[in-house]
């Protein structure tokens, strides 16, 4: 079992940045693949990132590549998403999870999500 928490979202204007953390409980943080997905107000959750148990692996949708950094601190137990140059577009409920199954863009194929964390990107 394990239990995540999504914190750092905010508002921000547009060109701006944030850093999104996810902390998580147990010992066996350093065994997962994590994942970042989004949710905007009716429309489905989508793939933002993700990273390998080592790190060693990153993966971004083509929307954010250029942009957002996922990395991760296994002494900390905590995976990051670094944001840069923010849109409008960006405005979402940021979630992170648990990786179980490939491919590693689709929901379905993540367990153990955390409550999710606001980001609005103002114009």
């Known amino acids: 079992q394990v239990q995540l928490v999504e914190s750092g979202g905010g508002l921000v204007q547009a060109g701006g940045s944030l850093r999104l953390s996810c902390a998580a409980s147990?010992?066996?943080?350093?065994?997962?693949?994590m994942g970042w997905f989004r949710q905007a107000p009716g429309k489905e959750r989508e793939f933002v990132a993700a990273?390998?148990?080592?790190?060693?692996?990153?993966y971004y949708a083509d929307s954010v590549k250029g942009r957002f950094t996922i990395s991760r601190d296994n002494a900390k137990n905590t995976v990051y998403l670094q944001m840069n140059s923010l849109k409008p577009e960006d405005t979402a409920v940021y979630y992170c999870?648990?990786?179980?199954?490939?491919?590693?863009?689709?929901?379905?194929?993540?367990?153990?999500w955390g409550q999710g964390t606001q980001v609005t990107v103002s114009s």
């Open positions: 999870a648990v990786r179980v199954r490939w491919p590693n863009d689709r929901p379905s194929t993540y367990d153990y």
């Open positions: 147990g010992r066996t943080f350093s065994s997962y693949d």
């Open positions: 990273i390998t148990r080592s790190g060693g692996n990153t």
